[in-house]
């Protein structure tokens, strides 16, 4: 939303989804229908195929959603799908399933298909108490990954009342993980049950994110 709001032809990617819902006789991403619903994008089912080249059904894992279903997980066809939208378009925004270090298969985690895509990353938080540990740890990881960190955004699942402990957590994680904090985005009452406009949310959005220069 905030891309597009600059005039950017950004479209989001999610590469492996679980707890896919059937639209109709095909499995579709939730998450994927959520953002472009969002961002004013109207797609077809082909472009939502490279968009969400993994559909799972189970809302578990993905590991154990790909070891259930008997599909396994390739990098290369997340790469190949993700070079095709790029080819389409000016940027795609990748989504993660879980955390860094959440399995993809028995072996590899999200942070190895980060790696293999080789993107810069935006770390999301949750404000309030816990968020240091939390946040420094991935920054860690990412660190060691020696993936670029264009930042940290801060997203409100529940409302916030901004005080103390969430005004020194911005500050400290941009001391101490020497990332900066791009903004928050804000809790609305009503924004997954799409009781929030597209445009009111796309103005919310561009108001409260600093967008990295480059």
Same mark, same amino acid.
């Given at each position: 939303?905030?891309?597009?709001?600059?005039?950017?032809?950004?479209?989001?990617?999610?590469?492996?989804?679980?707890?896919?819902?059937?639209?109709?006789?095909?499995?579709?991403?939730?998450?994927?229908?959520?953002?472009?619903?969002?961002?004013?994008?109207?797609?077809?089912?082909?472009?939502?195929?490279?968009?969400?080249?993994?559909?799972?059904?189970?809302?578990?894992?993905?590991?154990?959603?790909?070891?259930?279903?008997?599909?396994?997980?390739?990098?290369?066809?997340?790469?190949?799908?993700?070079?095709?939208?790029?080819?389409?378009?000016?940027?795609?925004?990748?989504?993660?399933? /879980?955390?860094?270090?959440?399995?993809?298969?028995? #072996?590899?985690?999200?942070?190895?298909?980060?790696? =293999? &895509?080789? !993107? @810069?990353?935006?770390?999301?938080?949750?404000?309030?108490?816990?968020?240091?540990?939390?946040?420094?740890?991935?920054?860690?990881?990412?660190?060691?990954?020696?993936?670029?960190?264009?930042?940290?955004?801060?997203?409100?699942?529940?409302?916030?009342?901004?005080?103390?402990?969430?005004?020194?957590?911005?500050?400290?994680?941009?001391?101490?993980?020497?990332?900066?904090?791009?903004?928050?985005?804000?809790?609305?009452? /009503?924004?997954?049950?799409?009781?929030?406009?597209? #445009?009111?949310?796309?103005?919310?959005?561009?108001? =409260? &994110?600093? !967008? @990295?220069?480059?």
């Amino acid at each position: 939303c905030a891309l597009r709001g600059h005039g950017i032809d950004a479209v989001p990617m999610k590469p492996v989804q679980t707890g896919a819902v059937l639209d109709g006789d095909r499995l579709v991403s939730p998450d994927l229908r959520f953002c472009t619903a969002l961002a004013g994008l109207n797609t077809e089912p082909r472009a939502e195929a490279l968009m969400a080249p993994y559909l799972f059904e189970p809302a578990c894992s993905p590991h154990l959603a790909s070891a259930k279903c008997g599909r396994e997980i390739s990098f290369e066809q997340i790469a190949e799908a993700l070079a095709k939208l790029l080819e389409r378009r000016q940027s795609v925004v990748v989504e993660g399933a /879980g955390g860094l270090l959440a399995p993809l298969s028995q #072996e590899r985690t999200l942070l190895d298909l980060m790696v =293999h &895509l080789d !993107l @810069p990353v935006i770390l999301v938080a949750r404000p309030g108490l816990g968020t240091i540990n939390h946040t420094l740890l991935s920054l860690r990881e990412l660190e060691r990954a020696r993936l670029p960190v264009l930042g940290v955004i801060f997203c409100e699942t529940r409302p916030v009342q901004w005080g103390e402990i969430e005004r020194d957590n911005w500050m400290t994680i941009e001391r101490m993980g020497k990332t900066p904090v791009l903004g928050r985005i804000p809790f609305l009452e /009503g924004l997954s049950e799409g009781r929030i406009a597209p #445009e009111t949310f796309r103005h919310l959005v561009t108001e =409260h &994110l600093q !967008l @990295p220069q480059d």
